[in-house]
Every structure is written in structure tokens, then in C-alpha cells.
């Protein structure tokens, strides 16, 4: 294998959950993977994946229920993007997803934490945090805090490009979760969607 571009990456806090277009991004940037990604991004979200793979210790955090796992799963090309590959190839999405596969239930690399979906249909959790400004979250973004929010201490979410994410971040921290971005693409496209803003 060949020597990896030098990027720069922000400290990532082990144990943490992974958010998928991490995943989906550490592929690359074609059609069927992020083509909104430049090299670099690429690149960044490849180097946090191997950082979390080849740390020691608990590295990642999963729900007991394995809903994070079926969304890192469930990305079928009928979105216009080929589905995680459990082969681990031919990206380094595909080989993480193949990690988790492989240590999700090893407790020396995984901490899995219990949530309660009371609505499935809406994606209510127990333990999502009851912020006013968290009122308007994903649907299926909701597992990721609330498995963040479950249990002491609160877990961070590692993000790459979800514009969303950066406009949550503020109601996140209230209630002491950090959103980590690999790079300011989330806070750029926020600022598109929402020029008249200055947050």
C-alpha cells in the first residue's frame, strides 16, 4: 500500500459513535459513494476510520438493539449508492463496516448502550434529549443521539458533511453531547442553506 496524503485531522475522543456518511464518505467520491466530497474530505474520513480501528481499547459505541448497524447496512443502491460491502472491500467504509461486523459484540472494542424506541414510525426514544432545539432532528439521525445521550458519560458523534449536525450542535451541547466535524464542509453548507444566519 501506498504513503497516505498528510491531512490534518481534529482530536477524535475514543469511545465514539460514528455517524454514516463518515462511513459512506471514507469510500469515496464517485457516483455510488459521496461525489460531493473533494480528495482531501476523502481522505480525512479515511484516516478517523484507521484511527478508531487501530486504536486500542474501546473504540466505538453501538445501540444494544443494532439499529446503527442496520443503517450502516441498509444503505441498498436503490439511493443511487452501493451498499456497504461486509466483504470489507474495496473501500475503507467497507472495511470498517466489516470491523464492526466482526467486534460488535466484543466488549473490549465496542460499548453497546440500551435505548428504548417507544414509536418506531416516528423514531422516538426514551433517551433522546428533550431540547427545544433538537425538536426538529432527523428521524433517523434520533438513534445516534439518544445512544449518545444513554448512560454516564454522555458519548460524542463523529461527523463529516451533514449540514444538519452543524445546526443541532448548539442544542447537542446543552445537553452535553459534542459533535465532532472532520472538516468545516457541515458549517459551510449550513451557511448556504441559511445565509441570513451567522450560526
Not at 478517523?48 to 480501528?53: D, K, N, R, S, V
Not at 475503507?92 to 417507544?118: A, V
Not at 449518545?148 to 449536525?165: C, M, Q, V, Y
Request: hydrophobic share 35%.
Amino acid at each position: 500500500m501506498g504513503k497516505r496524503k498528510v491531512v490534518s485531522l481534529p482530536v477524535i475522543p475514543l469511545p465514539c459513535l460514528v455517524d454514516t456518511n463518515v462511513v459512506v464518505t471514507a469510500n469515496g467520491n464517485s457516483e455510488d459513494c459521496n461525489p460531493q466530497a473533494d480528495g482531501d474530505q476523502v481522505e480525512i474520513c479515511i484516516q478517523a476510520l484507521l484511527e478508531i480501528t487501530n486504536a486500542s481499547g474501546v473504540v466505538l459505541v453501538l445501540d444494544d438493539g443494532g439499529l446503527i448497524f442496520e443503517e450502516y447496512w441498509g444503505r441498498k443502491p436503490t439511493t443511487g449508492r452501493r451498499a456497504l460491502s461486509l466483504g470489507g472491500q474495496p473501500g475503507t467504509g467497507d472495511m470498517f463496516f466489516k470491523w464492526i461486523f466482526d467486534n460488535q459484540y466484543n466488549p473490549s472494542c465496542c460499548e453497546r448502550r440500551l435505548i428504548h424506541c417507544t414509536d418506531e414510525i416516528n423514531q422516538t426514544f426514551e433517551e433522546f434529549p428533550d431540547i427545544p432545539e433538537l425538536t426538529d432532528f432527523d428521524l433517523s439521525d434520533r438513534k445516534f443521539a439518544a445512544v449518545a445521550n444513554a448512560g454516564t458519560p454522555k458519548r460524542p458523534i463523529l461527523e463529516f458533511g451533514d449540514s444538519k449536525w452543524w445546526k443541532w450542535k448548539s442544542g447537542l451541547a446543552k445537553a452535553g453531547i459534542n459533535v465532532v466535524f472532520l472538516t468545516n464542509y457541515a458549517e459551510l453548507k449550513n451557511k448556504e442553506k441559511n445565509p441570513d444566519k451567522s450560526k
